[in-house]
């Protein structure tokens, strides 16, 4: 544990770009102090770095490795209430709160991100239109300061420090503890329906029909065109009544190194696309466990590299429902005339539901995610049309996913951004938040 241990090399998840940092692992809060304290550059509080973009890293500054802060520091298994350090991840939560009849009450797509990263990101799931941001379950915060000071926060202890802590991308301290509210289950399997979705209009068709169903998310064929855009399939599901409380295993597959450039091109996106809607099998209620539900890339540890040694951009926006519709043929269009679509392409749509959060990325309406395999110009020239379409619609892009957001449209999608500024602790920095609002490191 050292604040100016050597400098090394350390991306994020695209494999975008590779930045030197001096990182600092820590594994009790008295390590976090002595890191703060000798520090003699900005510092960022990490631990998987599952963001895709640069909201994880601090070029030329310090990391701070919070893996190994991951002990539980108490429970009440009755009220399903825990309190855990912040570099628990949801896999090693899950492991524990299952048997016991309790899951997370919003998970991302991946269970491989600590509880600090999802708080500090105020994580959304495919329940966002039920149950708002993870920001909403959360009680009470623990973060230790650069000045010396371990401050506890929560909605009525110095509200404003942890309105701007959740969501905060890291910036207002390093988060040490958080005590968080489960939602109880009495299986580890859910009802899974899938659709088919002929277009774009099919699926808010089919979204409208389906606000009785908690979990709701669509896949979507990028190369699909004319009125076939937006095709693809829609999934909703429910928790299961029965099936047992089993725990989720580990992986069974993984990419041991990075993929030739050659194999995501147009052809096989193409290929893997028809393939999956035809094994689909659309109309069918299935009972799933919540691993293969919420986690389906799970299964395949390291899966990033599949893009190839240049990485892969995520784009994902939220939109105003009134101007959904349009938006989103717009942005498929776009993404199918360039022909640099991807299998991961995601829609759903987010409820009104506020979070406690000031830089909270979703809003009442739809929501988009789509991945591109780094092709340099290209590739960067689509995603800034694509920012263009969803700042001119009224949206916003998501910091998490981001690495090409200019500064004016941060500001203009997230007003609030200087509460944060003002309480951000002056160590800590990161090479998003210099970029999209010119702060000094």
Known sequence: MTANAPSQPVSSWGRLTVGRHRVSRVSSAHDVSGVLRDRTSSMLAVGLRRSYGDVCLNPGGGLIDAGHLDRFAGADWDAGVVEVEAGLTIDELLRVSVPRGWFVPVTPGTKFVTLGGAVANDVHGKNHHGMGTIGR???RLVLARSDGEIVETSRDLQPELFAATIGG??????????????????SAFFEVETLAVANVDDFFRINA??????????????????????RGLYMRGRPASDGGLVVHGHPKLAVPFSAPSFLLNSLTIQGFN????RLASPGRLARTHYDSFFYPLDSIASWNRLYGSRGFYQFQCAVPMARGAEV????????????QGSFLIVLKTFGDLGSPGVLSFPLPGVTLALDFP??????RALLGR????????????????DATMTSDQFQQAYPRWREVERLRD????????????GASA
């Open 137 to 139: 379950f959360v009680r």
């Open 169 to 186: 991308l890291g910036l207002t301290g390093v988060i040490l503890r958080v005590e968080l509210e489960l939602t109880r289950i009495t």
């Open 209 to 230: 029909d389906s606000a009785s169903w908690p979990y709701t998310v669509a896949w979507v064929d990028c190369f699909a065109t004319g009125a076939e855009i937006g």
């Open 274 to 277: 028809a393939v999956y809607r």
């Open 328 to 339: 989103i043929r717009t942005m498929l269009s776009m993404a199918a005339e360039a022909r």
């Open 374 to 379: 780094n092709k340099g110009d290209s590739t």
């Open 386 to 401: 694509l920012n263009a379409v969803a700042a001119e619609a009224g949206g916003r892009l998501y910091p998490a996913k």
């Open 426 to 437: 002056p160590a800590m920095s990161s090479g998003f938040w210099r970029r999209v609002t």
